[in-house]
């Protein structure tokens, strides 16, 4: 006897009263303009690698610090290149040290934090100490230290900005770990036969991911602003290139005189990603949120 | 009546001792000298109340106590092997292969960001390291053998799309895609309503008189054993208090706490 025709009826009519459980929850509108945004600026990245309107280094290409005009979208700076490249230019700079130290953070905290988190005993002990040890410097102060001492090739500005939110990731998956390894998922995960390892990895992992993915959101955010702050420090990858933190200090001097182009336009891309990461971010913490219900 | 060869016995538990030691070493035991044997393709049941150890000798048998939890003395023989000198790797040769176990908390003991498909496929690939198709034919065919509808379609599903007596269904077919020679059921039907309850122990009836699958049945309800096991052990308080057929133990306890128990759970035909 086959029951498919009667179930697929009883699933028709959930469907259409709206109690369909199975439905996924629709996005929020934060989250839409948010995963908007950052696809814009990705799309920007990857388009800018091949082609900008103008060479992005190129002087005198218009006037000098010439105000914005239709050759020029956002005008030129003091050594006459056009800004709209050079900004254009910068988002592959910006954007891609963003997804390297986000994904660094993320992949290097979780497994450390789930690794002590599962095993505990001295190493989680030294963990906490060094993680303590970490937090407990300013930091912004500890990444100007730190790339003053290793240097300012692209590299090692990741690994620093990389280094500062480390801990929140280690702890949340630390604690999530910690939580949910005596669940009986996880015992039920031993009884079919698995290692610790594979309990750890293949079950307890993945039911962590969610803190730790809305944490990413909310620090890629933080890291697109230190990295414009870094660059606007001098502090950044190579000054000269295109960043826009760098951008906004070439055009610092200038702005008195009332040339707020040079300043306003990188700085503008700075609050856009920044925000938009944030509005992702939120939106993933308010469904961790709503889950934990 | 004769006692059974050894060889008809699948789980021979002697004298198994053990206890919970305190962070402060203080030791409260919660298993004292329990001796029982289960017949191979037999439906053993195992009845206590609550904290009379039950839950604690079946995970024992796993291996899966928390490390808390010292054995003192005993051994439990699987088929003529001691699982006790084993240690995690080879018992993990044993777990969800030859011996299975299902628990009380059906959903619980589900992981909640896998559908339920992969968890049953996870588990027949890692004992028998088949394609993924394969694997998802045999989950779908246990599914439908343990008669969850729709089979296919609610592979795709999260645990928390399973109501409780489904979900207890996809943990048998979990327990039982690798063909375990032993199946453990730790209170499968409690916290379920009648007509599912009803439903469950049909299956693993079934199972048990069809398939000759050996299943060790720990549950309070006296009235679940009465219908279906074959032999009885009764615990209280980590000790075993009795054990025999299921005829002698309901109709003719020895013990003055069985006698009690059956009493009590106002079972017809019992003289108070």
Redesign the interface.
């Known amino acids: 006897m086959s ?2 025709p009667v ?1 697929a009826r009883h699933r028709a009519r959930l469907v259409a009263n709206g109690e369909d ?2 439905a996924k929850a629709p996005w929020p509108l934060s989250l839409k303009i948010g995963v908007g945004v950052v696809g814009l600026f990705a799309v920007v990245a990857v388009v800018s690698s091949f082609w900008t309107p103008y060479p992005p280094m190129q002087p005198a290409t218009g006037a000098f610090l010439a105000p914005p005009s239709w050759a020029h979208p956002f005008g030129t700076d003091a050594v006459g290149a056009d800004i709209f490249s050079r900004a254009f230019a910068a988002t592959h700079t910006d954007v891609g040290i963003t997804v390297a130290v986000v994904a660094l953070a993320l992949f290097t905290g979780t497994v450390w934090g789930s690794l002590v988190g599962f095993y505990g005993g001295w190493a989680d002990a030294l963990t906490m100490r060094v993680l303590q040890t970490v937090q407990a410097f300013p930091a912004l102060l500890l990444a100007m230290l730190v790339i003053s001492a290793l240097g300012r090739a692209v590299l090692d500005v990741i690994l620093v900005v990389a280094l500062i939110p480390l801990p929140d990731y280690v702890r949340l998956a630390r604690a999530e770990i910690m939580t949910k390894k005596n ?3 996880a ?10 390892a594979g309990v750890l990895f ?2 307890l992992v ?2 962590s ?1 969610r803190p730790l993915l809305a944490n990413a959101g909310i620090n890629a955010s933080w890291v697109v602003a230190t990295v414009g702050g870094l660059g606007f420090l001098g502090l950044g990858i190579q000054p000269g290139s295109a960043e826009w933190g760098s951008m906004i200090a070439g055009g610092e001097s200038d702005i008195v005189s009332g040339v707020w182009w040079p300043c306003f336009f990188p700085g503008l891309a700075i609050f856009l990603l920044a925000y938009a990461f944030h509005l992702i971010g939120d939106a993933l913490t308010d469904a961790d949120i709503n889950r934990r219900r | 009546m004769t006692a059974p060869e050894p060889s008809d016995l699948i789980l021979d538990v002697k004298g198994y001792s053990g206890g919970f030691v305190s962070p402060a070493g203080r030791m409260k035991p919660v298993l004292d000298n329990v001796t029982f044997a289960a017949e191979r393709g037999k439906l053993t049941a195992l009845v206590g109340e609550t904290g009379s150890g039950k839950t604690a000798m079946a995970l024992s048998v796993l291996g899966l106590l928390p490390t808390s939890f010292r054995r003192t003395a005993g051994a439990i023989i699987y088929d003529g092997t001691d699982l006790l000198q084993q240690d995690e790797r080879g018992l993990r040769r044993f777990r969800g292969a030859q011996i299975s176990m299902v628990f009380q908390d059906a959903r619980g003991a589900l992981n909640p960001v896998f559908t339920v498909g992969k968890q049953i496929m996870d588990v027949c690939r890692l004992h028998r390291g088949v394609s993924k198709k394969e694997a998802a034919r045999m989950t779908e065919r246990m599914l439908d053998r343990v008669r969850v509808p729709e089979a296919r379609r609610r592979m795709q599903q999260y645990p928390h799309e399973f109501s409780g007596g489904m979900a207890q269904r996809a943990q048998l077919a979990m327990a039982l895609i690798c063909q375990p020679s032993l199946l453990l059921l730790d209170e499968p039907t409690t916290g379920l309503d009648v007509t599912i309850q009803a439903d469950i122990l049909d299956i693993i009836v079934d199972l048990n008189k069809n398939e000759g699958m050996s299943t060790l049945l720990i549950t309070h309800d006296l009235g679940v054993v009465a219908e279906t096991c074959d032999q009885v052990i009764v615990m209280q308080d980590g000790k075993v208090q009795e054990t025999g057929t299921c005829e002698q133990v309901m109709n003719k306890p020895v013990s003055v706490y069985a006698r009690q128990l059956i009493a009590d759970s106002r079972l017809e035909a019992v003289p108070r």
């Open positions: 029951t498919v179930f459980l199975s669940w009986q998922f015992e039920a995960a031993r009884m079919i036969g698995r290692r610790p293949r079950h993945p039911n991911m």
